[in-house]
């Protein structure tokens, strides 16, 4: 069936240090979205990504759809104390309008 | 604060039992997610509602049930519940017109369930 793959599971950084985060599609999506959520928090969505290529940043984060779109990155710059948390990319179940497959997510720890 | 309400916020239950986990979505949305989450498996997709009928379903095992109510709340029944049922479970609700496009979701603070 179809998947969305993330990698990796956990990453620790030194605050300041640079990230990323890798999703990958079994299938061609639609769009793709990406979701934080802090420890002890619920999901909150960052953004949704649509046309093949598309590149938007938000501050220190940017994020990247694939031009096959099939795949996408979340890169934050400089990370700091605030950016803990695990970050989900999840794309639509093809033909099932908005139900929505997540990855796995990526844990990111930041050390001060 | 996403305007999705959850209740109650935990729940402590005893094997065998049944539950009901209570969702409000955001004014305007038709459609309402539920998710399940565990440290092992992730967030889980359950079923989606769409101003009252079901519209799409996930893994969901045949002793939940779901209905989404025409107040559009919608409300997840758990019955029989077992050890492996404790998770977070969270509600979301979107604009999607359950058409192909899929619109962001919002999500709830979620219902975290303990069977013992």
């Known amino acids: 069936g179809q998947q969305v793959m993330q990698i990796p599971q956990y990453q620790h950084v030194q605050e300041g240090e640079d990230f990323t985060t890798y999703c990958n599609s079994s299938?061609?999506?639609?769009?793709i979205q990406w979701y934080k959520q802090r420890p002890g928090g619920h999901p909150v969505f960052l953004i949704q990504?649509?046309?093949?290529?598309e590149v938007k940043k938000q501050k220190r984060l940017t994020f990247q759809f694939g031009e096959a779109k099939k795949n996408s990155s979340l890169h934050i710059t400089a990370t700091q104390t605030t950016d803990v948390g695990t970050y989900f990319c999840?794309?639509?179940?093809?033909?099932?309008?908005?139900?929505?497959?997540f990855g796995q997510g990526t844990e990111l720890s930041v050390k001060p | 604060d996403s305007g999705v309400t959850q209740t109650p916020k935990h729940l402590i239950t005893a094997t065998g039992q049944r539950v009901t986990l209570r969702c409000s979505p955001r004014?305007?949305?038709?459609?309402v997610y539920w998710y399940q989450q565990s440290l092992d498996q992730g967030l889980q997709f359950l079923i989606q509602?769409?101003?009252?009928?079901?519209?799409a379903k996930g893994n969901i095992l045949e002793r939940f049930s779901a209905q989404q109510f025409p107040d559009l709340h919608s409300e997840l029944n758990l019955s029989s519940l077992e050890l492996g049922d404790s998770a977070l479970y969270f509600c979301?609700?979107?604009?999607?017109?359950?058409?192909?496009?899929?619109?962001?979701?919002?999500f709830g603070p979620g219902t975290r369930l303990t069977v013992t």
């Open positions: 004014s305007g949305d038709l459609s």
């Open positions: 299938t061609t999506l639609s769009n």
């Open positions: 999840a794309g639509p179940k093809h033909n099932q309008g908005g139900k929505l497959i």
């Open positions: 509602y769409y101003n009252g009928e079901e519209r």
């Open positions: 979301a609700s979107s604009a999607n017109t359950g058409t192909a496009y899929s619109y962001e979701q919002y």
């Open positions: 990504l649509v046309k093949s290529g």
